[in-house]
Nanobody, 124 residues
Framework: QVQLVESGGGWVQAGGSLRLSCAAS????????MGWFRQAPGKVREFVAA????????YYADSVKGRFTISRDNLKNTEYLQMNSLKPEDTAVYYC?????????????????WGQGTQVTVSS
């Protein structure tokens, strides 16, 4: 079992920045990738970004490319999401997730473990 705890959400004005963190604990010895998803009110949960654990290859949704940066610290079992130039449409609950076995990096159902979510609110 793996536990994930997110932190770093909050309120920010448009154009501002936030940094999310996600710390993993438990059986973390077998991680293929860690990702971030988000869910806005009344919308489905969508892919934001992901990073492979050992190669460090990164993936981004088109809507966040050039504004968000995903990174990880393997020694701390932690991933980060640096969010710059935030827009009101980035407002959502952000979830971190672990993909244990290699699969489609963009597909929600390929991720086995999920955090509890952290709220990000961007005002115009």
């Amino acid at each position: 079992q793996v536990q994930l705890v997110e932190s770093g959400g909050g309120w920010v004005q448009a154009g501002g920045s936030l940094r999310l963190s996600c710390a993993a604990s438990g059986r973390t010895f077998s991680i293929h990738a860690m990702g971030w998803f988000r869910q806005a009110p009344g919308k489905v949960r969508e892919f934001v970004a992901a990073i492979t654990w050992y190669g460090g290859r990164t993936y981004y949704a088109d809507s966040v490319k050039g504004r968000f940066t995903i990174s990880r610290d393997n020694l701390k079992n932690t991933e980060y999401l640096q969010m710059n130039s935030l827009k009101p449409e980035d407002t959502a609950v952000y979830y971190c997730a672990i993909q244990r076995d290699a699969g489609s990096i963009y597909v929600l159902s390929e991720y086995r473990y999920w955090g509890q979510g952290t709220q990000v609110t961007v005002s115009s």
